[in-house]
């Protein structure tokens, strides 16, 4: 046999059965069904993994029994774990709508899975539109794949990056809905959401995981950050950024960074030492997009109240 992964395949008929092609029952069997199903289908070819290579000798010889010419058949390696055992659960092998709610855009798994056994010098990405003009069977690999979750990721990340903002403001709300957050109405709001998180995220969850303090005003600060950077001496800079943003007409970065500088003038500060109270006030964490970026999204209304409550916090 010619097979279009592996090349030529001898099998020795001397190490054939005689296989049983219907049990006592009058059910056939396994490697009867397929022959005949695949000739009544008119099938060109049987693409398949290479543990059905014991198979092919006795369907071969059930073609030639039958009368009929041989499909093309191609044997592709199977996939393995990181530790080089056969691919199950335990490594992450589970189902591509499993994929689905863990947040993996369908580009990025097509593209992760085809490269997986498959290669084109050393390109990595492609669109569906490559695929289809560059991919030959005689191209894939002739050793076993190597799942690795590190890399699905970086994948799906490239993918998430390079969407279009009106793309992935849509791809998220089910994953808003899935947390029980309500869905923003305004989808302009929503991209601008989405644009300030997407570089940090890998997934569509991690992405409404990280957007929690702009879907909600019920945040949580955490402790150990609010005793850090949640102190009396920054008290006054604090009051003196909500003066400079309640007076700003138009709420654009430009602006708020320009009151940033304002009060860091004015109270000789550094941009962390500011910087950090207010994220801390703003988002509950230490970790978010730029302070710029967040105060433009959450708008002037919930910064001001955000920033009041911590005010109060910090006076009681």
């Known amino acids: 046999m010619d097979d279009a992964v592996k090349g030529r395949v001898v099998f020795d008929n001397q190490e054939l059965d005689d296989l049983i092609i219907a049990r006592s029952d009058g059910t056939p069997t396994y490697n ?10 008119d099938i060109t070819h049987i693409i398949r993994g290479d543990d059905h290579l ?7 010889l059930l073609y030639y029994a039958l009368g009929h010419s041989l499909p093309q058949f191609a044997h592709v390696p199977l996939i393995l774990g990181t530790d080089k055992a056969r691919l199950s659960k335990r490594h992450g092998a589970t189902s591509v709508m499993a994929y689905r709610d863990m947040g993996y855009l369908p580009e990025a798994v097509m593209n992760y899975l085809v490269r997986l056994g498959w290669s084109h010098g050393d390109q990595e990405i492609f669109s569906r539109d490559e695929l289809i003009e560059k991919f ?50 305004d989808k302009s709001w929503l991209e601008k959401m989405v644009k300030t998180l997407r570089e940090r995220s890998k997934t569509l969850v991690e992405l409404v995981d990280s957007a929690t303090f702009y879907l909600t005003d019920d945040i949580s600060i ?29 709420f654009t970065e430009a602006n708020i960074e320009q009151a940033f500088s304002t009060v860091l003038q004015e109270m000789g500060l550094s941009m962390g030492e500011l910087a950090q109270p207010v994220r801390v006030a703003l988002t509950g964490s230490t970790v978010s997009p730029g302070i710029h970026e967040v105060i433009a999204v959450l708008g002037k209304e919930r910064t001001l109240r955000r920033l009041s409550s911590a005010l109060q916090r910090l006076q009681a």
């Open 54 to 60: 014991a198979n092919t000798p006795r369907q071969i």
């Open 222 to 250: 955490d402790e150990k950050a609010a005793k850090k950077f949640l102190t009396s001496q920054i008290r006054g800079p604090i009051a003196k950024l909500i003066q400079q943003l309640t007076g700003l007409d138009n």
């Open 136 to 185: 030959s069977l005689e191209s894939v690999g002739k050793s076993a794949g190597v799942f690795n979750p590190e890399k699905f990721l970086w994948v799906n990340s490239y993918y998430l990056k390079e969407r279009s903002l009106s793309q992935l403001a849509e791809d998220v709300i089910p994953y808003i809905v899935a947390k029980g957050y309500p869905v923003p109405q």
């Open 32 to 41: 009867f069904c397929v022959v005949v199903d695949d000739i009544e289908m």
